[in-house]
């Protein structure tokens, strides 16, 4: 343990209560539950932010947890969520949340190869979900399970120090989509 401690830098943490979400039905029943229960901050961080059943599902819930006077913050990859249209992005906005895509090509053509593929949705720095699925439906292995085109992919819910610390490494991509600073955050250096 203190040898993996000398080599990343950080701190071992106790292992927390860990909730595996091996399907789109779980992990889709499970990401707006707690978004609905958010009382300060929903930080979410994804490649692909669809604007189908899915990605329609989680707005509506950030939406509702910005009514409810909690700062949302929303970063998605500006090349994998491509094909989402720019009044899903607008909605959000409108209703209070800040919004802003990572690397956006026509901005930033020299940062174009510089992607941003991490999933990671933080609620009240207490609650986390992290792993390969993004928001969309093609995410899930349930929701189009007799078509080619459904990825299977894992997520799993995370409580305690570890949201804590995805929370941290959440500005790396938000200070570089020039969104503002996040109140409280021990940043990542």
Request: aromatic share 8%; hydrophobic share 45%.
């Amino acid at each position: 343990m203190e040898l993996v401690q000398r080599i990343d830098g950080g701190a071992l943490h106790p292992a927390p209560p860990v909730t595996l979400l091996v399907d789109d039905l779980q992990a889709f029943e499970a990401m707006p539950q707690a978004l609905a229960i958010a009382r300060e901050e929903i930080l979410l961080e994804t490649y692909i932010l669809r604007d189908d059943r899915i990605g329609t599902q989680v707005q509506t819930a950030l939406i509702a947890a910005v009514t409810r006077g909690v700062r949302v913050c929303v970063l998605a990859d500006a090349i994998g969520s491509a094909a989402t249209h720019e009044s899903f992005w607008d909605t959000p906005k409108h209703a209070g949340a800040v919004v802003r895509r990572f690397h956006r090509f026509w901005h930033m053509p020299f940062e174009a190869l510089r992607r941003d593929h991490r999933k990671i949705i933080v609620i009240d720095r207490a609650v986390a979900f992290t792993g390969g699925m993004n928001i969309g439906e093609e995410y899930g292995s349930s929701i189009r399970a007799h078509t080619s085109g459904a990825w299977r992919d894992t997520f799993m819910r995370i409580e305690g120090a570890v949201a804590q610390e995805l929370a941290a490494v959440f500005p790396e991509g938000w200070d570089r989509a020039e969104g503002p600073a996040l109140p409280g955050l021990d940043y990542m250096s």
